[in-house]
Nanobody, 115 residues
Framework: QVQLMESGGGLVQAGGSLRLSCAAS????????MAWYRQAPGKSREYVAQ???????NYADSVKGRFTISRDNAKDTVYLQMNALKHEDTAVYYC?????????WGQGTQVTVSS
């Protein structure tokens, strides 16, 4: 079992920055890739970014060049640095991990960008 806890969400003006954190606990040694997803009101959950256990990263086109995903394996934590935020980035952001073929999700953290 893996447990995930997100933090760092909040209210920010358009053009501002936030850094989200996702701390993993439990069987963290089994974690392969970790990713961020988001869900805006009335919309489906969508992919944001992913980082593999070797550090390879991938981003959705909508955030490429503005968001950076990173991980600190010693702290079992993955980060999402979000710069140049836009109103359309407003959503609940979820952390997801893949461990031995099983997906785990965190509870989410709200990010609100005022225009």
């Amino acid at each position: 079992q893996v447990q995930l806890m997100e933090s760092g969400g909040g209210l920010v003006q358009a053009g501002g920055s936030l850094r989200l954190s996702c701390a993993a606990s439990g069987r963290t040694s089994s974690i392969d890739a970790m990713a961020w997803y988001r869900q805006a009101p009335g919309k489906s959950r969508e992919y944001v970014a992913q980082i593999g256990d070797g550090g390879a990263t991938n981003y959705a086109d909508s955030v490429k060049g503005r968001f950076t995903i990173s991980r600190d394996n010693a702290k079992d934590t993955v980060y999402l640095q979000m710069n140049a935020l836009k109103h359309e980035d407003t959503a609940v952001y979820y952390c997801r991990s893949l461990a031995r073929g099983i997906l785990y999700w965190g509870q989410g953290t709200q990010v609100t960008v005022s225009s």
